[in-house]
């Protein structure tokens, strides 16, 4: 049953807030268009992030729309790492504030949108934050990034002699065997569950 909903289509983007002087930011697939009167966007994140707990202390965020030239190391900047624990924003040249202060990427990116919270849907593992967009700019003509385009063309290929396990949910490779049993995957939260050997 799981497998069949991989099939369903998604972007990545980096989901970026603010709290006082700390920056923050993270990978996520799941943004669409709600509404268009008012103009509204739907977030899903995993409640695990850091950067949930900021967007709900501030109410405020952005969405950097990832382009197809975006390299693989801005995934491993903002996507495998926590912010909890250094800053994310820290050496990285391709930031400028938006209006609400939050950090949007200027390189790698075709569009930001900017947002106010409205409404949070709590759904388990995850949090639905319904947002108002408060500003939204084109950066750049190239396409967005796909997870499928992700998969194929940004991803490094796991190394076939090494051992370990590939997350299924959104392919982070674990080198090692065995896995852990309580291994979270750092990416996107899933447990050693959703995880499958290396072939
Ligand atoms: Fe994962």
Same mark, same amino acid.
């Given at each position: 049953?799981?497998?069949?909903?991989?099939?369903l289509?998604?972007?990545?983007?980096?989901?970026?807030?603010?709290d006082?002087?700390?920056?923050?930011?993270?990978?996520?697939?799941?943004?669409?268009?709600?509404?268009?009167t008012?103009?509204?966007?739907?977030?899903?994140i995993?409640?695990?992030?850091?950067?949930?707990?900021?967007?709900?202390?501030?109410?405020?965020?952005?969405?950097?729309?990832?382009?197809?030239?975006?390299?693989?190391?801005?995934?491993?900047?903002?996507? %495998? +790492?926590?912010?909890?624990?250094?800053?994310?924003?820290?050496?990285?040249? /391709?930031?400028?504030?938006? $209006?609400?202060? !939050? =950090?949007?990427?200027?390189?790698?990116?075709?569009?930001?949108?900017?947002?106010?919270?409205?409404?949070?849907?709590?759904?388990?593992?995850?949090?639905?934050?319904?947002?108002?967009?408060?500003?939204?700019?084109?950066?750049?003509?190239?396409?967005?990034?796909?997870?499928?385009?992700? %998969? +194929?063309?940004?991803?490094?290929?796991?190394?076939?002699?090494?051992?370990? /396990?590939?997350?299924?949910? $959104?392919?982070? !490779? =674990?080198?090692?065997?065995?896995?852990p049993?309580?291994?979270?995957?750092?990416?996107?939260?899933?447990?050693?569950?959703?995880?499958?050997?290396?072939?």
């Amino acid at each position: 049953m799981k497998e069949t909903l991989f099939k369903l289509t998604y972007g990545l983007f980096v989901l970026s807030a603010r709290d006082g002087m700390k920056d923050n930011g993270c990978i996520i697939n799941t943004v669409m268009q709600v509404t268009d009167t008012p103009l509204q966007i739907a977030v899903a994140i995993n409640k695990n992030n850091y950067t949930l707990e900021m967007i709900e202390k501030s109410g405020v965020f952005n969405v950097s729309v990832l382009s197809e030239d975006v390299p693989f190391s801005v995934f491993e900047r903002f996507g %495998f +790492k926590s912010g909890r624990n250094e800053n994310k924003f820290s050496g990285f040249e /391709y930031k400028q504030r938006s $209006c609400n202060d !939050v =950090y949007y990427l200027t390189n790698y990116t075709n569009a930001y949108i900017s947002a106010k919270v409205v409404n949070m849907i709590d759904c388990g593992t995850h949090m639905m934050i319904i947002g108002e967009v408060t500003q939204a700019l084109t950066l750049s003509d190239k396409p967005s990034v796909t997870y499928d385009y992700y %998969f +194929k063309n940004i991803k490094p290929k796991p190394d076939a002699k090494k051992k370990g /396990y590939v997350c299924k949910i $959104c392919g982070y !490779v =674990y080198e090692g065997d065995p896995l852990p049993e309580d291994f979270i995957c750092p990416w996107c939260k899933h447990p050693a569950s959703d995880f499958e050997p290396l072939q």
